[in-house]
C-alpha cells in the first residue's frame, strides 16, 4: 500500500471523530440549500448595511450639532449674571441634553442593526463550518476506503494499466481536496470567532449607549427643574434675580468664613515623604481634554482652568477670607462627563443644598486613592457612584453642573493628603442647619495641577 502523507495519517486516525462531526451535522448533499440561504441571508445583510450607513450619516449631523452647542455655550460661560442670561444657558443646556437623546437613540437602533446583521453573519458562517466538516469526514471516509485496498488487488480489478493509474489520480484527488477543506475550514472558523467577538463588543456598546441615554434623561429633568426654580424665585424679574444673587454671594462668603475658620483649628503634619512625587500623569484629568493644549496657571494644561489654585486674583480680590482658592476650577458645561483622576474606594457623596442652598460644595464626591491622595469633586448635577464602591482611573463618576455655590455650570476639584481630609459635620450659622463635607487643614490642601 502506498504510503499515506503525515497529515493524512494523523487526519485518518480522527476518523471516528469525523464520522461523528458528520452525524451531528448531516449537511451532505445538501450544498445547494445551504448555498441558496447564504445568498437570502447577504441580502438581509446588504439591507441592514445600506441601513448602518444612513443611521452613520444622521450620528455624524448630530455630532456636528453637539459641537455647535459645546462652542456656543463655551463662549457664554464667562458672560456677566443676568436674568435672562441665565436661562439663555439654561435653555442652551436643555438643546444640548435634547441632541444628545437623540445621539444616543441612533446610536443604539444603529448598534441594534449591527447586532442583527452579525448574528446572520454567524448563522451563514456556522452553516458553512457545518458543511466543510461534513465534506471533510467524507472526503476522508473515502480515502480511507481506497487506501486500505491492498495495491495488488486495485491492480488486478482494472482490466486496463491506464485505469490503475487513474485509481492512483482519484486518490491524489481526494487528498488535495482534504487539504483544501481543512484549510477553508480553519479560515471559516477564524471568521466565526470574529464576528462572535464583535457582536459581544457590540453588545458591551450597546449597553453604554442605554446608559448615556438614561443619564442625558435625567439630566435634562435636572435642567428643567432648575429653569422652574429660577423663574418661581424670581417670578421672571431681572431685580430679583440680583437681589437673589447678591444674597447668594453674601452667605456664601460668610459659610466661607465658617469653614475656614473651621479648617484653620485643625492640625496635620504633613510629612510629603508619603506623597507622590508632583509630576505630570499622577492623576489623569478629570474632565476631557481640550481640542488643543492651553498655557494656564503659568503651565501647560489640557483643559480649561476657569480659576487657579492659591492666590489667584479672585481671592486676592477678597474671596476666601485670604487664604487662597483650595482646589482648580474647570470649565464644564452642564452635563459634561467627570471622570475618576485615578482608581479608589469612594469615601463618601453628598450634597450641602439639602441642608443650606447655593452656599458651597453643592452635590459632591470624595475619593480616597492608594498613592495616599484623596480627590474632591464639586458642583456636581447627577452622580454614578456611591460610598464604598471601587472606581478605576478614568472611569465615569459624575456629570457637572452648577449646585451649591456656583456662577456657573463648571467642576472644582481638590487633592488632598488623605490622611488630612474628613467628612466633617458643620453647624452652620447661616441657616442654622448642619452640613456634611468635606473638611482639612489648610495644609492638607494640595495644588491638583501638581499632579495632573
Known amino acids: 500500500m502506498r504510503k499515506i502523507p503525515y497529515p493524512l495519517q494523523r487526519a485518518v486516525s480522527l476518523l471516528p471523530l469525523l464520522i461523528g462531526?458528520?452525524?451531528?451535522?448531516?449537511?451532505?448533499?445538501?450544498?445547494?440549500?445551504?448555498?441558496?440561504?447564504?445568498?437570502?441571508?447577504?441580502?438581509?445583510?446588504?439591507?441592514?448595511q445600506k441601513q448602518i450607513d444612513e443611521k452613520n450619516q444622521?450620528?455624524?449631523?448630530?455630532?456636528?450639532?453637539?459641537?455647535?452647542?459645546?462652542?456656543?455655550?463655551?463662549?457664554?460661560?464667562?458672560?456677566?449674571?443676568?436674568?435672562?442670561?441665565?436661562?439663555?444657558?439654561?435653555?442652551?443646556?436643555?438643546?444640548?441634553?435634547?441632541?444628545?437623546?437623540?445621539?444616543?437613540?441612533?446610536?443604539?437602533?444603529k448598534t441594534n442593526l449591527e447586532i442583527q446583521r452579525l448574528k446572520l453573519q454567524i448563522d451563514d458562517t456556522t452553516e458553512e463550518v457545518n458543511a466543510?466538516?461534513?465534506q471533510l469526514a467524507v472526503l476522508i471516509?473515502?480515502?480511507?476506503?481506497?487506501?486500505?485496498?491492498?495495491?495488488?488487488?486495485?491492480?488486478?480489478?482494472?482490466?486496463?494499466?491506464?485505469?490503475?493509474?487513474?485509481?492512483?489520480?482519484?486518490?491524489?484527488?481526494?487528498?488535495?481536496?482534504?487539504?483544501?477543506?481543512?484549510?477553508?475550514?480553519?479560515?471559516?472558523?477564524?471568521?466565526?470567532?470574529?464576528?462572535?467577538?464583535?457582536?459581544?463588543?457590540?453588545a458591551k456598546e450597546l449597553k453604554q449607549y442605554a446608559g448615556a441615554l438614561g443619564d442625558a434623561q435625567k439630566l435634562q429633568v435636572i435642567e428643567k427643574q432648575e429653569k422652574n426654580?429660577?423663574?418661581?424665585?424670581?417670578?421672571?424679574?431681572?431685580?430679583?434675580?440680583?437681589?437673589?444673587l447678591a444674597d447668594t454671594k453674601r452667605r456664601q462668603k460668610a459659610l466661607e468664613d465658617e469653614i475656614l475658620s473651621y479648617e484653620a483649628a485643625l492640625h496635620f503634619t504633613l510629612d510629603p515623604s508619603l506623597l507622590p512625587t508632583p509630576s505630570e500623569g499622577v492623576l489623569r484629568w478629570p474632565v476631557p481634554a481640550a481640542s488643543s493644549t492651553l498655557f494656564q496657571c503659568d503651565r501647560t494644561v489640557m483643559a480649561f482652568v476657569t480659576q487657579c489654585f492659591g492666590n489667584t486674583a479672585f481671592a486676592k480680590a477678597g474671596a476666601y477670607s485670604g487664604k487662597g482658592h483650595n482646589g482648580v476650577d474647570f470649565r464644564a458645561s452642564a452635563g459634561t462627563e467627570i471622570y475618576a483622576?485615578?482608581?479608589?474606594?469612594?469615601?463618601?457623596?453628598?450634597?450641602?443644598?439639602?441642608?443650606?442652598?447655593?452656599?458651597?460644595?453643592?452635590?459632591?464626591v470624595l475619593i480616597d486613592h492608594p498613592n495616599n491622595l484623596s480627590t474632591l469633586y464639586a458642583?456636581?448635577?447627577?452622580?454614578?457612584?456611591?460610598?464604598?464602591?471601587?472606581?478605576?482611573?478614568?472611569?465615569?463618576?459624575?456629570?457637572?453642573?452648577?449646585?451649591?455655590?456656583a456662577t456657573g455650570p463648571h467642576l472644582h476639584f481638590s487633592v488632598f493628603a488623605r490622611n488630612a481630609v474628613e467628612i466633617g459635620q458643620l453647624k452652620s450659622k447661616i441657616c442654622g442647619t448642619i452640613m456634611t463635607?468635606?473638611?482639612?487643614?489648610?495644609n492638607g490642601y494640595l495644588n491638583p495641577l501638581d499632579y495632573l
Not at 435634547?98 to 437602533?109: F, G, H, M, S, Y
Open 21 to 48: 462531526l458528520m452525524l451531528l451535522y448531516p449537511s451532505l448533499g445538501q450544498a445547494d440549500s445551504v448555498s441558496s440561504t447564504v445568498a437570502v441571508d447577504q441580502q438581509q445583510i446588504s439591507d441592514l
Open 58 to 109: 444622521e450620528i455624524k449631523k448630530l455630532e456636528e450639532i453637539a459641537k455647535t452647542y459645546r462652542d456656543t455655550i463655551a463662549a457664554t460661560a464667562e458672560q456677566a449674571q443676568t436674568l435672562r442670561g441665565d436661562l439663555a444657558k439654561i435653555n442652551s443646556a436643555i438643546a444640548k441634553l435634547q441632541n444628545e437623546i437623540r445621539l444616543n437613540q441612533q446610536k443604539i437602533q
Open 132 to 134: 466543510k466538516r461534513s
Open 141 to 202: 471516509v473515502k480515502l480511507d476506503a481506497l487506501e486500505n485496498e491492498p495495491p495488488l488487488q486495485v491492480l488486478l480489478k482494472n482490466e486496463r494499466l491506464s485505469d490503475y493509474f487513474g485509481y492512483i489520480e482519484m486518490v491524489k484527488s481526494i487528498e488535495t481536496s482534504i487539504y483544501a477543506s481543512m484549510t477553508e475550514l480553519r479560515t471559516l472558523t477564524r471568521e466565526l470567532a470574529a464576528h462572535q467577538s464583535q457582536s459581544e463588543s457590540k
Open 229 to 244: 426654580r429660577v423663574l418661581t424665585e424670581t417670578q421672571s424679574q431681572e431685580k430679583k434675580y440680583q437681589e437673589l
Open 341 to 364: 483622576a485615578e482608581s479608589g474606594t469612594v469615601r463618601a457623596v453628598g450634597d450641602t443644598d439639602a441642608a443650606c442652598r447655593r452656599v458651597s460644595y453643592g452635590k459632591w
Open 379 to 405: 458642583h456636581l448635577s447627577l452622580i454614578k457612584i456611591n460610598p464604598g464602591q471601587s472606581v478605576a482611573r478614568g472611569e465615569l463618576i459624575a456629570y457637572s453642573g452648577k449646585t451649591g455655590y
Open 437 to 442: 463635607l468635606p473638611l482639612s487643614p489648610l
